[in-house]
Nanobody, 122 residues
Framework: QVQLAESGGGLVQAGDTLRLSCAAS????????MGWLRQAPGKEREFVAA????????SYADAVKGRFTISKDNAKAAVYLQMNSLKPEDTAVYYC???????????????WGQGTQVTVSS
């Protein structure tokens, strides 16, 4: 059974940085993309970023372009999200997601983790 475990969230001030990590286990195949979604209180879950297994395909939400960087380590089955210049509107629970065959999007993913809270104070 595939499991995803996120870490790295916390409480920071506007302008600070955070690095989220996610480790996947129970994988039976190597052809998958990984990504990050987030959900703020009272809002729907939204797409943040995704990366293809090759690392060559990248996708970002407009709200985080230029500030967040997604990367992965295939050997560790891990994905990371470097978040710079954080804003209060980035406050949310961040979820790691995995999708077999194709890129993770806001509506398309096969597995997701428990989430890690990111809170950005002004």
């Amino acid at each position: 059974q595939v499991q995803l475990a996120e870490s790295g969230g916390g409480l920071v001030q506007a302008g600070d940085t955070l690095r989220l990590s996610c480790a996947a286990s129970g994988l039976t195949d190597n052809w998958y993309s990984m990504g990050w979604l987030r959900q703020a209180p009272g809002k729907e879950r939204e797409f943040v970023a995704a990366i293809a297994r090759s690392g060559l395909g990248l996708s970002y939400a407009d709200a985080v372009k230029g500030r967040f960087t997604i990367s992965k380590d295939n050997a560790k089955a891990a994905v990371y999200l470097q978040m710079n210049s954080l804003k209060p509107e980035d406050t949310a629970v961040y979820y790691c997601a995995l999708k077999w065959s194709g890129m993770v999007t806001s509506q398309e993913y096969d597995y997701w983790g428990q989430g890690t809270q990111v809170t950005v104070s002004s």
